[in-house]
């Protein structure tokens, strides 16, 4: 357990609301990712930040912003929500160690009306 | 850029053994990670592989040959729970992300 926690689990919204999510971490983990998962397209990243303040952007960033202003706390936010951002947003921290595992939090299922 | 493909969809009988292949292509390679996924849930981490080789891990295994950017992973003794998505993953340069294949969807059957 990576303690990783993201809020909302579930959410519905209408076409043109702005949408936060945040994904939040216990361990002082330094890299944290956002992806989305969709049926034919698996995970793809679409921010992913690397400390405080330092982020970068992924494969599918266009529509997303990120923000990192603590170690613990990795927030997305879709600024005019549309329906292609339905989907089932997973956060993830890259582990301790050599290796680059990733561990992931219980996802976000967002759905845009 | 990274292209990674498995099959979409395997089925497999309880007690059985089953390979799920997964190819990549990539302009540099950090490490092939292995990851379950239940419907519903999050993808859990199984494996890594950096080096040429077999890496046995109970019922799990997992294969990597870099010279032909090929990997497979094999459950032994099939059980019903095992039935899942199967989450190939190659590791980018770029800020240690992965890039993830589509998975495979394995349906274990009595």
């Known amino acids: 357990d990576a303690g990783i926690t993201q809020s909302p689990r579930h959410k519905v919204t209408e076409t043109g609301t702005p949408v936060t999510l945040r994904c939040h971490q216990t361990?002082?983990?330094?890299?944290m990712y956002w992806y989305r998962q969709d049926p034919g397209h698996g995970l793809r990243l679409i921010h992913y930040?690397?400390?405080?303040?330092?982020?970068d952007k992924g494969e599918v960033s266009d529509g997303y912003s990120v923000s990192r202003s603590k170690t613990e706390d990795f927030l997305l936010t879709l600024e005019s929500a549309t329906s292609s951002q339905t989907s089932v947003y997973f956060c993830?921290?890259?582990?301790?160690?050599?290796?680059?595992?990733?561990?992931f939090g219980p996802g976000t299922r967002l759905t845009v009306l | 850029g990274q292209n990674i493909d498995q099959p979409t969809e395997m089925t497999a009988t309880e007690g059985a053994i089953v390979q799920i292949n997964c190819t990549y292509q990539?302009?540099?390679?950090?490490?092939l990670f292995w990851y379950q996924q239940h419907a519903g849930e999050a993808p859990t981490f199984l494996s890594y592989n950096v080096l040429d080789g077999l890496e046995e891990k109970g019922r799990f295994s997992s294969f990597l040959s870099r010279s032909k950017g090929y990997s497979y992973l094999l459950l032994k003794e099939l059980q019903m729970k095992d039935s899942a998505s199967y989450l190939c993953a190659v590791n980018s340069n770029s800020g240690y992300a992965l890039n993830f294949g589509k998975g495979t969807s394995l349906l274990v059957t009595p």
């Open positions: 361990e002082n983990h330094r890299y």
């Open positions: 990539t302009s540099g390679f950090n490490g």
């Open positions: 930040s690397y400390g405080v303040k330092d982020t």
């Open positions: 993830a921290i890259r582990g301790l160690g050599n290796t680059d595992t990733q561990y």
